[in-house]
């Protein structure tokens, strides 16, 4: 997958610098709603839906006909619910295995959050989106674009916020699954939609990234996120 969005990637540079004449700038600002399904090795998966916003820029080159690549850049800010998944009991009973085993107890630390606390999750991402798109025409006003979306996104920012205190939620993750970086900041994603065009310069637009890459850097755990957005953009 890695290869393919650098592929993508090198193309949309060579289009940047050969097709300049026939490129549009836009920019596109809307609703994001992510959900995070964290699935342990055994028990429930645990759900997160988180809300935001998004603010992307972008650089569309035609290909032939109505056939368009559109590398760009973009910020997602997302707030919601943290959850946490419930830890076998260290002493007695069944004990861990893996790397969970070594995950401290942090739901009697009363310096860190807990799930019986409802602590919030702010986190803020950079995304190098690549949308290969086709348009089609219905007459000079109104156009229909299907599009699919490789995605690499990184976090650059997540806290979990409790009261008027705030801890950095990768380590808050990295002390409960109990390994270091196990709660991955880079994602990719793959995503499809479709947007409206009203004549040359406005868009509505309507997507859903499938997360394919598993950010629990743990064996005992599986965490994915998938985000639909809602956006309206302008094409200059």
Do not use: W
């Amino acid at each position: 997958m890695k290869r393919l969005f650098l592929t993508l990637a090198l193309l949309a540079g060579f289009l940047f610098s050969a097709e300049k004449s026939s490129a549009q700038v836009g920019i596109e600002l809307g609703y994001a709603n992510s959900v995070q399904r964290l699935k342990p090795s055994k028990g429930e998966a645990i759900t997160t839906p988180r809300s935001g916003f998004y603010i992307e820029l972008d650089y569309a080159v035609n290909l032939f006909a109505g056939l368009k690549i559109a590398p760009g850049i973009q910020y997602m800010y997302l707030a919601g619910e943290a959850k946490f998944p419930t830890l076998p009991p260290l002493d007695g009973g069944n004990k861990p295995s893996g790397d969970i085993a070594k995950a401290p107890s942090v739901s009697h630390d009363p310096s860190k959050p807990s799930p019986t606390r409802k602590p919030e999750a702010v986190e803020h991402y950079l995304s190098i989106p690549v949308d290969l798109s086709y348009t089609f025409r219905f007459g000079g006003s109104f156009g229909l674009t299907a599009f699919v979306t490789p995605t690499l996104n990184c976090g650059l920012k997540s806290d979990i916020k409790v009261a008027n205190t705030a801890t950095d939620m990768y380590k808050v993750m990295e002390d409960l699954l109990g390994k270091k970086d196990a709660y991955s900041r880079v994602d990719f994603l793959l995503g499809v939609g479709l947007a409206a065009d009203f004549g040359r310069h406005f868009r509505i637009k309507f997507s859903y990234d499938f997360g394919l890459t598993d950010r629990a850097q743990v064996a005992d755990f599986a965490l994915h996120q998938n985000v639909l957005k809602v956006g309206i953009g302008l094409m200059f």
